[in-house]
């Protein structure tokens, strides 16, 4: 099969058939793109050959390039093939860790109550801080 560059007239006809071969199925999300408003949905390319990949929603197109960079900036992943091997590895590892594995509690963790208790009393502080500013203390 040969590589064909299309017009931009094209997008809507390519969309359109590229949405009918995925089932009207987002390969990312697996979300339904029938439902969803045509200015939210893109045509995913690869962006070093062109190569046009699928009909994805926007934001999971968003995402995907978002990771991609993130791998290749902090991630070390120097190849595909690197990020590739070091996602599949950060899946293996989330599900391993979906249970416990430690006795451990991170020193400076803070559950929701405690969250709650210390935004509570940084208000308490400000209006009294406020109060004693206009007099009224």
């Not at 099969?1 to 809507?12: D, Q």
């Not at 990312?28 to 939210?40: A, P």
């Not at 290749?72 to 070091?86: D, F, H, L, N, Q």
């Amino acid at each position: 099969m040969e590589n064909t560059k299309f017009k931009r007239t094209e997008l809507p006809r390519i969309r359109q058939e590229l949405i009918i071969k995925q089932n009207g199925i987002c390969p990312i999300c697996n979300g339904d793109l029938t439902r969803t408003k045509v200015t939210n949905l893109v045509i995913d390319h690869d962006h070093k050959t062109g190569i046009v990949r699928a009909v994805v929603h926007r934001g999971c197109n968003g995402i995907e390039g978002k990771v991609l960079r993130l791998m290749k900036t902090w991630g070390r992943a120097s190849s595909m093939r690197e990020v590739i091997y070091t996602l599949e590895n950060l899946i293996v590892f989330w599900k391993w860790h979906s249970k416990p594995r430690t006795h451990w509690i991170y020193y400076n963790f803070k559950t929701e109550a405690e969250k709650r208790f210390a935004l509570n009393k940084k208000r308490r502080l400000a209006a009294k801080k406020r109060r004693k500013k206009n007099g009224k203390e």
